[in-house]
C-alpha cells in the first residue's frame, strides 16, 4: 500500500468514527433535560440569591426541583417552611444555623456534594460566606418561607 493511500485509508476511518460518535437525535417528549447554559437564573428582589425552575412551580401545589445560587456574602434571617424541602449542595459552601436567632458565626459549613433536610415548621437561616453556594432544592409545593417573627 502505498503512502497516499494509506494516508486516504486512515482519513476514511477517522471519518466514520467521527460520524458514528456524533450525537444523536433523542426524543425530547420521552427524556428531556437542560444543558447548564440554557438555565435560566433569575435574581431576587433583595439581590442575595438567584433561582432557576427546572420543574413544577413551587408557587403552586405539586412537586418541584430548583436551583438556587447563593451569592458572597450573604444570608436568609430565621425562617421555616410549612412542608420538608431536600437539598443537594452542587458547588462552593452553604451555611447552615438553626434557632429563632440570627447568629451567622454559629452556621456550619456544609460542602458540595452534601444533602440536607429543613424539616417542616422548623426555624434555620442559611446562605453564603466568602464564595457563591448554588444547592438544588426539591420538595411539594407551594414553597413557603414563613418569616420567625410571622409564626
Known amino acids: 500500500m502505498t ?3 494509506r494516508t486516504v485509508v486512515i482519513t476514511a476511518c477517522a471519518l466514520l468514527l467521527a460520524t458514528s460518535l456524533s450525537a444523536g437525535q433523542i426524543d425530547r417528549s420521552a427524556v428531556d ?3 447548564p447554559d440554557d438555565i435560566k437564573w433569575v435574581r431576587n428582589e433583595a439581590g442575595t440569591n438567584e433561582q432557576a425552575v427546572l420543574f413544577g412551580d413551587p408557587t403552586q401545589e405539586g412537586p418541584y426541583v430548583i436551583r438556587l445560587r447563593w ?4 444570608m436568609s434571617r430565621p425562617h421555616f417552611h ?3 424541602r431536600f437539598f443537594i ?3 462552593g459552601t452553604w451555611w447552615l444555623g438553626t434557632g429563632e436567632t440570627f447568629d451567622p458565626d454559629s452556621t456550619v459549613p456544609v460542602p458540595a456534594g452534601t444533602y440536607v433536610i429543613h ?3 422548623q426555624p434555620h437561616y442559611d446562605g453564603a460566606k466568602d464564595g457563591e453556594a448554588v444547592i ?3 420538595g411539594m409545593g407551594p414553597a413557603t418561607s414563613i418569616p420567625v417573627a410571622r409564626r
Open 3 to 5: 503512502r497516499l493511500t
Open 136 to 138: 438544588q432544592v426539591w
Open 119 to 121: 424539616k417542616a415548621q
Open 89 to 91: 449542595v452542587i458547588s
Open 33 to 35: 433535560f437542560v444543558t
Open 82 to 84: 410549612q412542608n420538608d
Open 71 to 74: 451569592l458572597p456574602g450573604n
